[in-house]
């Protein structure tokens, strides 16, 4: 059974840093290109950043472009969310998922981890 599991969320002062880390196991990791999405408390659940299974693309969504950064690790298989320069608007569950790239197509999500940025 195909598992992500994230970690690293935590409370944050705004400005700060995190390092979100996501798992996988028992998935054919090279074959998926790997997202991040995040969901705030009474909003919709949006894209954050995106890798292809080769990890040579990136894209991010406008809203945290030029502060996040996305990677991959695809001896460990393991994707990373760094996040510097955190600011209120990114307090939210944040979702690892497994899908094609260029696409907002998931075969796969993970339960989520929460960031909560103070001001």
């Known amino acids: 059974q195909v598992q992500l599991v994230e970690s690293g969320g935590g409370l944050v002062q705004a400005g700060g840093s995190l390092r979100l880390s996501c798992a996988a196991s028992?998935?054919?990791?090279?074959?998926?290109?790997m997202d991040w999405f995040r969901q705030a408390p009474g909003s919709d659940r949006e894209f954050v950043a995106a890798?292809?299974?080769?990890?040579?693309?990136?894209r991010y969504a406008d809203s945290v472009k030029g502060r996040f950064t996305i990677s991959r690790d695809n001896v460990k298989n393991t994707v990373y969310l760094q996040m510097d320069s955190l600011k209120p608007e990114d307090t939210a569950v944040y979702y690892c998922a497994a899908g094609v790239y260029g696409t907002l197509r998931v075969n796969y999500w993970g339960k989520g981890t929460l960031v909560t940025v103070s001001s």
């Open positions: 890798i292809s299974r080769s990890g040579d693309s990136t």
């Open positions: 028992e998935l054919a990791f090279r074959s998926y290109a």
